[in-house]
Every structure is written in structure tokens, then in C-alpha cells.
């Protein structure tokens, strides 16, 4: 359960790292605050069920070398989020309506990715996506009501944390099936 407990951190980053520039910028009331920390806390739970589904599906066929797709795929959101290949959001709009249904399925896109590796995690896929939900919901309003107080220049540390976290999540994934741990 603590490797789930790391995922949803890690995954959760990137809505905090957004949520946090949201409550900087825009100073967005306790009702968009909430509404903002909901898209992306249900966006994040959906998501991993769905790369899950996925997963599942195409398990039969990588089962032999799982782990290194989870390696994979674990260590390449982590580098995005260290600021390697992804986007840079300077001109972020205000997150309202359909602005933030896209900013929340933008947000949850790592979280499909890594639903493929709920399997490996040895947890319920259940579980792992309402855990990484709750985290993500807690830390977005979080993020909102920092970054009303603090600015938005803490939001691209979160993100480089997340992705040493996804990173790390990768190696021990690698490490417990190669027999190194």
C-alpha cells in the first residue's frame, strides 16, 4: 500500500503544481477552488482504472516482461515531469468549465499510463485509483489555497518531486521483479 500511497503522490503533482498556479494567478473563490480540486481528484481516480482495463487486457501477452514496461513507462513520466520534453503553461487560462475538464483529463493523462502498472503494485486497482483520487482531490484544493497565499513559484518544485518519485517507483518496480530486492 505505500507503493500506492507513492504513485498517488507522485501523480497527484502535476494538478497540485497546476491547482497552485490557478490560486496564484487567478485567486479563484473557495467554490472554484473546490471545483477544481474535484476535476482533477476524479479525473485521477478514472484514469489509472482505465489504463488498468488496458493493462489487463494486453497482460496475457507482457506478462513475461511487465515489469520493464512498467520501468519504462513509470521513468518517462517521471523525466516529463522533472521539465524534460513536456509543455511549458506560462499562459495558463483561468480553469472554469471546459477549460477545466480538459485541464483535468491534461492532468490525468500519466495516471492512464501508469494504471497499466496498478498490477505490479500488488494492491487493488480499486484501491490504488481511490487512493490516488483522494490524494489528488486533497492536495489540488491544497494547491489552490497555497498558491493563493504563496505564489506560484512552488509549483514546478511539486512536479520535479512527483517525477523523482515516479522514477523511484519505476526501479523498484524493475529491482522486485529482476530479484535485486
Do not use: C, N
Amino acid at each position: 500500500m505505500i507503493a500506492a500511497l507513492l504513485l498517488a503522490l507522485a501523480l497527484a503533482m502535476d494538478a497540485f503544481a497546476v491547482a497552485l498556479t490557478q490560486g496564484a494567478k487567478f485567486r479563484p473563490s473557495a467554490r472554484q477552488g473546490l471545483a477544481i480540486a474535484a476535476t482533477f481528484g476524479v479525473f485521477q481516480a478514472l484514469m489509472p482504472l482505465a489504463g488498468w482495463v488496458i493493462g489487463a487486457v494486453a497482460l496475457t501477452y507482457v506478462e513475461a516482461f511487465d515489469h520493464w514496461i512498467a520501468f519504462g513507462l513509470l521513468t518517462f513520466l517521471g523525466v516529463r515531469m522533472l521539465g524534460f520534453g513536456g509543455d511549458d503553461d506560462e499562459d495558463a487560462p483561468a480553469l472554469t468549465g471546459k477549460t477545466l475538464l480538459i485541464a483535468g483529463v491534461a492532468t490525468s493523462i500519466d495516471a492512464l499510463a501508469a494504471g497499466i502498472t496498478l498490477p505490479t503494485l500488488g494492491v487493488s486497482p480499486w484501491a490504488a485509483a481511490l487512493l490516488i483520487g483522494l490524494v489528488t482531490f486533497a492536495l489540488s484544493g491544497a494547491g489552490v489555497v497555497l498558491g493563493r497565499r504563496a505564489g506560484d513559484h512552488m509549483g514546478e518544485w511539486a512536479e520535479r518531486i512527483g517525477g523523482l518519485i515516479l522514477i523511484g517507483l519505476g526501479v523498484k518496480i524493475l529491482a522486485e521483479h529482476s530479484g535485486w530486492m
